[in-house]
């Protein structure tokens, strides 16, 4: 099961940050946040992952809350080809034996001109 | 970041045929894994791909149905065997990298189609 709760669906209107809110309440200490998305018909695209601190990439954004317990992933400018499922998935990427992602039903974004 | 390519991208086979799917990476990784993805639904994890040894299967999937080889650090393939209707899904690639290992990523993926 994933360790994961993401809203079902959202909608952004193009030009304006899309902020995609995630729930970890379970994570432990040494679990990373990750973020993906999968554009129709595409492998997923890697966006950016943390531990602790809010990390930035040309992507995106991920602010992550102080106790962990949940995360937001930020696409400052929202465009259509923003639209697509946004998995989040927190893993212990230095568990030899938790290299499998889990992957849980995702946050179907759709930008809107 | 690693960059995965994959053939063929799309393909429509007979059922009992077998299919065979090729995954290039541009570097070197150590981990390398297959996925399936069937239609409206999230990534499975099918198996790791060892180099030197033998893939380890998750449950659910066997040798003899998905065999994988994995010659060296930057090539895998994935043979989807005796195929049937319900094999019909995206087969992913993907590949681990990162100074602790620490992401994923993902090939376009194989869409497989069975009739």
């Known amino acids: 099961d994933a360790k994961t709760t993401q809203p079902t669906s959202m909608d952004c209107a193009e030009g304006r940050a899309a902020n995609l809110p995630c729930n970890h309440s379970t994570i432990s200490g040494n679990e990373y946040v990750y973020w993906y998305r999968q554009i129709h018909s595409q492998g997923p695209q890697y966006i950016i992952h943390?531990?602790?601190?809010?990390e930035t990439n040309e992507m995106a954004s991920l602010i992550i809350t102080e106790d962990r317990k949940s995360s937001t992933l930020i696409l400052p400018h929202a465009t259509q080809r923003d639209t697509a499922v946004y998995y989040c998935i927190v893993r212990d990427p230095l568990m030899d034996s938790n290299y499998q992602l889990i992957w849980g039903a995702g946050t179907k974004l759709i930008i809107k001109p | 970041s690693a960059v995965i390519s994959q053939k063929p991208s799309r393909d429509i086979c007979q059922r009992g045929t077998s299919l065979t799917i090729q995954c290039q990476v541009d570097?070197?990784?150590?981990?390398m894994f297959w996925y399936r993805q069937q239609p409206g639904q999230s990534l499975t994890l099918i198996a790791t791909?060892?180099?030197?040894?033998?893939?380890?299967?998750e449950s659910g999937f066997v040798i003899d149905k998905f065999p994988i080889s994995r010659p060296n650090l930057t090539f895998s393939t994935l043979t989807v065997s005796n195929m049937s209707p319900e094999d019909s899904s995206i087969y992913l690639c993907?590949?681990?990298?990162?100074?602790?290992?620490?992401?994923?990523?993902f090939g376009p993926g194989t869409r497989l189609l069975v009739l």
């Open positions: 791909a060892n180099q030197g040894s033998e893939a380890t299967y």
């Open positions: 993907s590949a681990e990298q990162g100074a602790q290992g620490e992401t994923q990523y």
């Open positions: 943390g531990l602790k601190n809010n």
């Open positions: 570097s070197q990784v150590t981990m």
